[in-house]
């Protein structure tokens, strides 16, 4: 029988859940709620889990196709007592070892290892300052948001500090390459060397958790940062009635909910909740890599977020990072038909760049 030692670490957590089969992870898994499968949800990928370990089951490409298609969210992690997303990584860790991994993330793992960014930068933003902001990769590659971001953070009274910096490469690590992932590491300290003892502020979600939780540095989302400066600021009040849609990572994964709500108030916005939101939120369709190897199920996922909008009457959603608002975008403009309606998907960073002129 196989080894499976990257999985074995995870024995008890796996039987665990074979035992309870309680199902408190499924009924809002994005993936679940577009393809009302069972295998699609945690429950089911325990099981693939389990039936590696045993033997039961061989390392397929259909158990590849099946790992692929989990978005990394963390719904699942959030709503059960295990490490789910570890025992996914790791279960995709074997799944590479017996030779079944997507060419994308080849692709992409090369492309990082390569170039040290995963998008293309037209032009790598560089700015003198005191306060470490580290951009990533996505917000790299939009040089118009960049300039906002920069913008709301002088106006609150920020003096950031941006200097080379390369991926954190958080996707090679949640798709299981993990050699290649250490590799990656290596290269970001050497490169982001001179920063790495201070607090860096950073503005992707999905950076600022791999940073805190990987490579183990100080962190602090610059949303927060933004809040705590905002009172006592003059503001131009934007009457609008939105939702809010909280990033994975941002949210339930680094636990940034109050403030980009505190934030909306204070610019003048009247905030309406979706059924899902915080640490129970549910994916936009732009995580894990799926988007990538899955696009038609991405962008169903997307479909139903923005759904999740328009069922509380609402046709603006607001959110805060650099995946999420052009995938809900695109869900957005694939259901105007079904809606008759289209729902506007805004950066947090761009209202707040209004208000404050
Ligand atoms: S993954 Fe967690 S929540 Fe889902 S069935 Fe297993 S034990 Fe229950
Ligand atoms: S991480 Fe998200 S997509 Fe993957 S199984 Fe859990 S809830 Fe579903």
């Not at 196989?2 to 009924?27: H, K, M, P």
């Not at 003198?128 to 709301?152: D, E």
């Not at 905030?271 to 549910?282: K, R």
Request: aromatic share 6%; proline share 4%.
């Amino acid at each position: 029988m196989a080894e499976y030692r990257a999985l074995e670490q995870f024995v008890d957590d796996i039987y665990t859940c074979n035992r309870t089969r309680c199902g408190f992870c499924s009924v809002e898994c994005p993936v679940f709620r577009v393809k009302r499968m069972e295998t699609y949800a945690s429950r089911g990928r325990m099981l693939v889990a389990r039936g590696l370990l045993e033997g039961i089951l061989e390392p397929s490409a259909e158990m590849q196709e099946v790992m692929d298609a989990c978005l990394m969210c963390g719904y699942c992690q959030a709503r059960c007592a295990l490490e789910n997303l570890d025992i996914f990584s790791a279960v995709r860790r074997e799944l590479r070892e017996a030779g079944f991994a997507s060419p994308k993330h080849e692709q992409t793992a090369e492309r990082i290892l390569e170039t040290g960014t995963l998008f293309d930068r037209p032009m790598p933003f560089r700015r003198v300052g005191t306060t470490p902001l580290y951009l990533g990769c996505a917000y790299q590659s939009k040089p118009h948001q960049v300039q906002t971001i920069v913008s709301v953070l002088e106006k609150v009274g920020l003096d950031p500090l941006v200097s080379d910096e390369v991926c954190c490469s958080y996707i090679i690590s949640a798709v299981g390459f993990e050699e290649e992932f250490q590799r990656a590491q290596a290269r970001f300290r050497q490169v982001y060397g001179p920063h790495l003892e201070k607090e860096i502020l950073t503005v992707c979600p999905t950076c600022t958790a791999t940073l805190r939780d990987e490579y183990g540095l100080q962190v602090k989302h610059a949303l927060v940062a933004v809040a705590e400066r905002l009172p006592g600021m003059t503001i131009k009040p934007i009457n609008r009635r939105v939702t809010y849609h909280d990033p994975c990572h941002l949210g339930r994964m680094l636990g940034v909910i109050e403030e980009p709500r505190q934030i909306l108030k204070a610019l003048g916005m009247e905030l309406v909740e979706m059924e899902h939101h915080g640490v129970f939120s549910t994916c936009c369709g732009g995580g894990g890599g799926v988007f990538d190897v899955d696009r038609a199920l991405a962008v169903e996922v997307a479909k139903n977020r923005v759904r999740d909008a328009v069922a509380v009457g609402v046709d603006i959603i607001v959110t805060a990072c650099p995946t999420c608002q052009p995938t809900l975008l695109r869900g957005a403009g694939r259901l105007v038909n079904e809606l008759g309606v289209f729902v506007d998907v805004l950066d947090l960073w761009e209202l707040l760049d209004q208000a404050l002129d």
